[in-house]
């Protein structure tokens, strides 16, 4: 895909198991569908970013608006064993309380350490300046 405005959509990582890659009108509108149902306890607010609050066309409209800004969720631990380390902390208002947002950075080191496939990237040089380099 050549998208010029926006190369990162044609930006492909991929080992023999998986391909991480942003995904398309359709999937968004399918992961949509799926999250106006619900996703967590209602009484609990486990995202920086209060997009499942509202009613079920709301949260799905949310979901399009969460999944285009946020290109990937991951757990601490699980980015900790893949290479990244802490960079900073951040405090966020989420329902009019403060959370605290940690910040993880992977740098070339740290992903050489921990790499354990072979990896193939398609579309990088679109994305550089995206990336900043």
Do not use: N
């Not at 895909?1 to 044609?10: A, N, Q, T, V």
């Not at 799926?34 to 997009?51: E, K, L, N």
């Amino acid at each position: 895909m050549d998208l010029r405005h926006w190369p990162l959509y044609g930006l492909r990582l991929r080992t023999p198991r998986l391909e991480l890659r942003l995904p398309g009108p359709e999937l968004l509108d399918e992961l949509a569908s799926v999250a106006a149902h619900g996703v967590h306890d209602p009484d609990r607010m486990p995202f920086s970013v209060a997009w499942t609050d509202g009613k079920p066309d709301e949260v799905a409209r949310a979901v399009f608006q969460h999944a285009l800004g946020t290109v990937a969720l991951r757990s601490l631990g699980v980015s900790r064993r893949l290479g990244y380390a802490d960079d900073g902390l951040d405090t966020d208002v989420v329902r009019g309380a403060p959370v605290t947002l940690r910040r993880l950075r992977l740098d070339r080191a740290g992903w050489e350490a921990h790499r354990s496939v072979d990896v193939s990237v398609a579309g990088l040089d679109a994305c550089r300046a995206q990336f900043g380099v």
